[in-house]
């Protein structure tokens, strides 16, 4: 259980972990920062708590402790905890908190793609994904719909990025992700060799409609580009199947996270849920 320490000073140092997250280049969470994960309100925090991840540090107000001990009772945990004001949090973090708690953590190894890809039944691939709120939506997507690993090729962001941990409702920490090197070439090789078929969404006219996609008794790699341009060409011709959500007139394209949703859905939640 972890241990309960009242806070009354903002300078205190053992909330350095916590400390000014509102300004860019001194969030623990960012490239060139400490490294840390970092889970804010009791939902998150309850995951991260049961993630592979070591927990540092706790802090929140007295009331969300209580809502938390159960938890921490359960999962082990003896990180500190420490309790403190409202107001005093907001000096600290840098900005008000409405969820009450944050909890920061080391970061664990990641896995290599082919351990990953060894023993996953339906992979998302993701290329130049850089909206970290996007990325967080397709983590908690993936979870949600059958998705057992997140690839993650040239250009995408940080999934343990403050923001991304958030949105995703923590289910960033429980969905395995790992990097894909040498992309498209070498990492569709991998896919193709672990027996996974990949299904490039896009909305080209010329790509099947999702409900028609025929994976052939293969596992579903399915890949989504950036939120922007989507995928590169190189990627797109390089993958089995190319194949498209059809819309209502007057709109072309869908949120990646969304998107990412419907595919997850029809291609890998079908399989494992019938009916």
């Not at 949105?167 to 070439?185: C, I, K, N, R």
């Not at 990627?235 to 949120?255: F, K, Q, T, Y």
Request: net charge negative; charged share 20%.
């Amino acid at each position: 259980m972890s241990e309960r320490i009242e806070i009354d000073d903002p300078a205190d140092p053992r909330l350095d972990d916590f400390r000014d997250l509102s300004r860019a280049d001194r969030r623990p969470d960012r490239p060139g920062g400490r490294g840390l994960v970092i889970a804010e309100g009791a939902v998150v925090v309850r995951r991260l708590l049961t993630s592979r991840y070591p927990v540092r540090a706790m802090l929140g107000v007295a009331r969300r402790y209580e809502e938390l001990a159960g938890d921490l009772g359960a999962a082990g945990e003896t990180a500190p905890y420490y309790v403190a004001s409202a107001e005093l949090m907001a000096q600290v973090v840098g900005f008000h908190l409405n969820r009450g708690v944050l909890a920061t953590a080391d970061r664990a190894p990641m896995p290599d793609a082919a351990t990953l890809l060894a023993g996953a039944g339906a992979v998302a691939v993701l290329e130049g994904v850089g909206d970290h709120e996007n990325l967080g939506g397709v983590f908690r997507n993936a979870a949600a719909l059958g998705i057992d690993g997140v690839l993650l090729a040239a250009g995408c962001s940080d999934p343990l990025y403050r923001r991304s941990v958030r949105v995703s409702m923590g289910h960033v920490l429980a969905v395995p992700f790992a990097e894909l090197a040498g992309w498209p070439g070498d990492g569709m090789e991998l896919l193709h060799a672990n027996g996974f078929v990949v299904v490039a969404l896009t909305p080209r006219e010329s790509a099947v409609p999702l409900s028609l996609a025929d994976l052939g008794g293969r596992k579903p790699a399915v890949l989504l580009g950036s939120e922007g341009p989507g995928l590169t060409d190189a990627a797109i011709e390089a993958a089995d199947l190319r194949v498209r959500i059809p819309m209502s007139g007057g709109v072309d394209s869908l949120n990646v996270a969304t998107a990412g949703a419907v595919a997850f859905a029809a291609l890998a939640a079908r399989d494992r849920h019938p009916g």
